[in-house]
Nanobody
């Protein structure tokens, strides 16, 4: 059973930065893909960024150049560094994982991930 535990959410002003962390028991030699999603009130959950066991990354257009996804395999931890935050980044952020590599054009689709964390709230005020 894969467990995902997020932390690092909070409240910041527009232009500020936050780093989210997700401890994920999915890091194996057999391949995996991990990702960050977010869901704002009244909106669908959307993919933000993903990284796989080969270190290949994918980003949503809305966060390119501002967010960076990374991982520390030795610590079983996934990170999301968020800079230049905007009020529209306000959402609950979720960590997701799948125990196999996923083709890059599917990596920001919520349907391909079997495991999810409980979410951490990020609020950006103007």
């Amino acid at each position: 059973q894969v467990r995902l535990v997020e932390s690092g959410g909070g409240s910041v002003q527009s232009g500020g930065s936050l780093r989210l962390s997700c401890v994920a028991s999915v890091y194996t030699d057999s391949g995996y893909c991990v990702a960050w999603f977010r869901q704002a009130p009244g909106k669908e959950r959307e993919g933000v960024a993903s990284i796989d066991s080969a270190g290949s990354t994918a980003y949503a257009d809305s966060v390119k150049g501002r967010f960076t996804i990374s991982q520390d395999v030795a610590k079983n931890t996934l990170y999301l560094e968020m800079n230049s935050l905007k009020p529209e980044d306000t959402a609950t952020y979720y960590c997701a994982a799948e125990g196999r590599r996923i083709e890059i054009w599917f990596r920001l689709s919520r349907n391909v991930y079997s495991y999810w964390g409980q979410g951490t709230q990020v609020t950006v005020s103007s």
